[in-house]
């Protein structure tokens, strides 16, 4: 055990004093991810202030009712005006409202009549997202309208007492809330741009890192040093175990800073540390035992290193590296295989408030990935040994 010990700290800090470890590790990562916070800028959407030009019968209670809810609606700025049909219009058409709103005449007659809510509505030019929140509200108004009309009619008809059919309108109007907006926040498993950015940068370069202990097996067997350690009094598994111990140090450490970096550059929140650690582990884990199959198929360092960045280069673009991908059926299949894509996945979880017991399927992934690498290095055939 001291054998083994002695040579992971004497490899790490050879890799530690290797300045590529340092540059694509951490120094290209951070620079990547100081760009894109630029580039992408704040994510946040503001909902500006809209002025509303309203034109309701005076006296009509039920066009009253529609203007009162389009003023009171809450976490969005909006002046309500009330003018005539005509001024509405053109209020619209010089800039100086988004939307105008005309109830027609004999509304709340025409409604208790039966007949359909029908109102008018004027949509200026770059009304945006907050234009179509006040139409979502004016239509969850007329439908609860329309659904009190549907049902005093129905009554009518039924030949019902005028108290009965009274009292199921009025149930009708009060079975549903009219929309009200509140502030919530994204679901579980669903990260925000920005820290979709960062999980799959982190995942990328987590694969670039892992690389430099065990691929440097490769190179100790063109330069001689291998067959030298091997002749030493121990058994040649610790110096495998030794590389591997060295590419997990460097991946789990390269992989918290840039996960910290990353969420205060960006301003995002990952959730609980302890759950986001396991995912580190878990990740660095299939990594790391995705280096040794390529340390095993590779005859130089040279073509160690073109399949490493091929490797990576794919499961960090499929993984969401740059932009989210997805997919059904085999390719879908594929994608969720990928360890760089499980651990934004399971990053995503923690950010909505998940612990480590809501983490199980991103885990495992990532821990089966290992699992099936390892197994596939002991059956691959070494082709650096054979030469």
Do not use: H
Request: proline share 4%; charged share 15%; hydrophobic share 55%.
């Amino acid at each position: 055990m001291r054998q083994l010990w002695t040579m992971t700290v004497s490899d790490l800090r050879q890799r530690l004093r290797d300045r590529s470890v340092l540059l694509y590790g951490l120094v290209v990562p951070l620079a990547l991810m100081f760009v894109f916070d630029l580039t992408l800028g704040d994510q946040e959407v503001e909902l500006e202030p809209l002025t509303v030009a309203v034109a309701a019968p005076e006296g009509d209670v039920l066009a009253d009712a529609v203007v009162t809810v389009l003023g009171d609606l809450d976490d969005l700025d909006v002046t309500v005006e009330e003018v005539s049909p005509d001024a509405a219009s053109a209020r619209v058409a010089d800039g100086e409202a988004g939307l105008a709103v005309i109830v027609p005449a004999g509304f709340t007659d025409a409604v208790t009549a039966g007949e359909g809510p029908v109102v008018e509505v004027v949509e200026g030019d770059g009304t945006g997202l907050e234009g179509d929140v006040v139409l979502s509200v004016l239509d969850a108004v007329l439908d609860q309208l329309a659904a009190g009309a549907l049902t005093a009619a129905a009554g009518a008809e039924a030949g019902l007492p005028t108290e009965v059919v009274a009292s199921l309108g009025q149930a009708a109007l009060a079975a549903a809330p009219v929309v009200t907006l509140e502030e919530g926040e994204a679901a579980n498993e669903q990260l925000s741009a920005s820290g979709a950015l960062v999980a799959g940068q982190a995942g990328l370069f987590l694969l670039f890192t892992v690389g430099f202990g065990v691929l440097g097996l490769v190179a100790e067997r063109e330069t001689g040093t291998m067959p030298r350690l091997r002749s030493m009094p121990m058994r040649p598994g610790r110096i495998v175990a030794a590389k591997a111990l060295v590419s997990y140090l460097l991946g789990v450490g390269a992989t918290a800073v840039l996960l910290t970096a990353g969420s205060v550059l960006f301003d995002v929140s990952f959730g609980s540390p302890v759950a986001v650690a396991a995912l580190v582990l878990a990740a660095v884990a299939a990594a790391t035992s995705l280096m040794f199959v390529i340390a095993r198929v590779a005859r130089t360092a040279e073509q160690a290193n073109a399949v490493q960045s091929i490797f990576a280069l794919v499961l960090g673009l499929t993984g969401g590296a740059f932009f989210p991908l997805s997919a059904t059926g085999l390719a879908g299949q594929l994608l969720d295989v990928n360890p760089v894509a499980a651990l934004t996945r399971g990053l995503g979880i923690t950010s909505g408030g998940g612990g480590l017991a809501d983490l199980g399927v991103p885990v495992l992934t990532m821990l089966g990935f290992a699992v099936v690498c390892v197994v596939l290095a002991r059956l691959v055939p070494d082709r650096g040994e054979a030469r």
